[in-house]
């Protein structure tokens, strides 16, 4: 089997014209991993609520108010799906690719997402908005998928995609067997409550006190991915990239360009359709306390759609800009934190932590919404500059050594 992993995509290197394909694939993760930056720096890195009045005090102004509508709209919610996508399309590319059975391939695979759970919860003692446990949860739904028809995985990657079972849970929720009334006065205090502790670690808490914190905040996480549906978004997500990679539709760029631009072209307008039903829903009931269920269960719709259909503009947009010669210098360093996703992904949040939490820099207490965001540039291009370091010397990063010297229980060779 060739023993690429899901961070990154290695393709054998007789083969003419795969190079340029490999570093579009690992370009578009450098691409994810940006926005997805841009949201955690925004949010400052806490993944999870704060206070209300600290976040009013932070996040008032003009200039706060255009950079959450920017992110809201653009960034957040589009890309770690994107992420999740190239996820999906790496399983694909690997399965493709293998010269061993079946059975040996999938249970090396299953080996390797058992190290990724480990490898993810012990980020998650770091940072409760890890994404690498889930992965590894989810990836072993891959492996019956691996073995579906096309259309069968098409199919149920777009009803997963748009947030089908949870709009269904909502509305069973809403119409046929509605929750018991909780008072709302005693609910929004006690997330005030909650909010006020978590912040309490963030701000004054040391680094092992944040990872006892974590540690049992880990079922909070899996009950927030369950109500908010991103768990079915993320599956429908890597079974695209499923269908994709079998599809073949990264290894013939050349081939699919037509069929990329169409892509790009029905999701763009779509969104853009989309987006103006949502403006005259909100014109017409935002100013309501409370609007009737039907147009709030509605404007979720949309807003799964809308969201699901940007991240397919980005990755069809994107692998389109990349084919072209002036976007060309743009390439290699995206590719270069791509290659490294998993180290880059992890190391973005080692930098994170510490300069907005308290046992670091304390950003958090000092800076606001706008200047949070902007932080994002100066990590990233730290990222792009170590990654090219690195690879320059090195096979692997170093998060992607030790993965896959453990899937193979031998010490892989290292130097480049």
Not at 12 to 36: C, E, H, M, N, Y
Not at 120 to 133: E, N, Q, V, Y
């Amino acid at each position: 089997m060739n023993p690429a992993s899901p961070f990154t995509t290695v393709s054998p290197p007789d083969v003419p014209g795969k190079q340029s394909r490999i570093q579009v694939v690992d370009a578009l993760r450098g691409v994810a991993l940006f926005g997805i930056l841009v949201v955690h720096c925004a949010q400052w890195f806490t993944a999870g609520s704060i206070p209300g009045s600290v976040y009013q005090g932070q996040a008032g102004g003009l200039a706060n108010g255009i950079t959450q509508g920017i992110i809201g709209i653009f960034f957040d919610g589009k890309f770690y799906t994107f992420f999740s996508f190239l996820f999906g399309l790496s399983f694909a590319l690997m399965m493709t690719r293998s010269q061993e059975s079946s059975g040996v391939f999938y249970r090396r695979f299953a080996w390797r997402l058992l190290i990724l759970g480990a490898i993810g919860f012990a980020h998650h003692l770091m940072w409760r908005g890890d994404i690498l446990s889930i992965y590894a949860i989810l990836g072993f739904l891959m492996l019956p998928f691996g073995r579906l028809p096309n259309k069968v995985v098409l199919v149920i990657a777009l009803l997963l995609v748009a947030n089908v079972p949870n709009r269904l849970r909502t509305v069973y929720g809403t119409y046929i067997s509605p929750p018991a009334k909780t008072d709302p006065k005693q609910q929004q205090k006690s997330f005030e409550q909650d909010a006020q502790t978590y912040y309490t670690v963030l701000t004054q808490g040391s680094y092992p006190d944040l990872i006892r914190f974590n540690a049992s905040a880990f079922d909070e996480k899996m009950q927030f991915q369950v109500e908010s549906g991103r768990i079915y978004v993320t599956l429908g997500f890597f079974l695209l990239g499923l269908y994709a990679g079998r599809r073949r539709l990264f290894q013939q760029l050349t081939d699919m360009k037509r069929w990329f631009r169409r892509l790009t072209r029905f999701s763009g307008f779509s969104v853009l359709g989309i987006t103006a039903i949502g403006l005259a829903l909100f014109a017409i009931f935002g100013s309501d306390k409370a609007p009737p269920a039907w147009a709030i269960q509605l404007f979720n719709i949309l807003y799964d759609l809308q969201s699901a259909l940007l991240t397919i503009f980005y990755i069809a947009g994107f692998t389109l800009l990349f084919q072209r010669r002036s976007w060309a210098w743009t390439i290699h360093p995206l590719a270069s934190v791509g290659k490294m996703g998993l180290t880059s992904y992890v190391l973005q949040t080692v930098i994170g932590t510490y300069l907005f939490f308290g046992f670091g820099l304390d950003l958090l207490n000092k800076t606001t919404v706008w200047q949070a965001a902007l932080i994002t540039l100066p990590i990233y291009l730290a990222q792009v500059l170590f990654s090219r370091f690195w690879l320059a010397r090195f096979r692997y990063g170093p998060l992607e050594w030790l993965w896959r010297s453990l899937t193979y229980l031998r010490i892989q060779p290292m130097r480049a």
